[in-house]
Nanobody, 119 residues
Framework: QVQLKESGGGLVQPGGSLRLSCAAS????????MGWFRQAPGKEREFVAQ????????FYAPSVRGRFTISRDNAENAVALQMNSLKPEDSGIYYC????????????WGQGTQVIVSS
């Protein structure tokens, strides 16, 4: 099991930027797909973005495409989510998750980091 820990959340004004980081307890090998999810108060958790560490391919929710970028951080055991042009509806708890290649469900989850977009 991979331990994941998110950081970088906070309060930002609409139109601003934040960079979230997800640190893993072990080297993230190419057999993983890393994902970011978020959950707003009173809503279900939703998919935001994913990065296939084997192929480098990315996939985004339509609501964030063109504004958010998921990437491997400088360290081999971290993944980042760069969030630009933030909107109030982007507020929520952001979770990092990992799943093995060729599996459908994310098996490992972090505790989350809160993002608040407000003026």
């Amino acid at each position: 099991q991979v331990q994941l820990k998110e950081s970088g959340g906070g309060l930002v004004q609409p139109g601003g930027s934040l960079r979230l980081s997800c640190a893993a307890s072990e080297r993230i090998l190419q057999r993983f797909v890393m994902g970011w999810f978020r959950q707003a108060p009173g809503k279900e958790r939703e998919f935001v973005a994913q990065l296939n560490l084997n192929t480098g391919s990315t996939f985004y929710a339509p609501s964030v495409r063109g504004r958010f970028t998921i990437s491997r951080d400088n360290a081999e055991n971290a993944v980042a989510l760069q969030m630009n042009s933030l909107k109030p509806e982007d507020s929520g708890i952001y979770y990092c998750a990992a799943r093995r290649l060729f599996t459908a469900d994310y098996q490992d989850w972090g505790q989350g980091t809160q993002v608040i977009v407000s003026s």
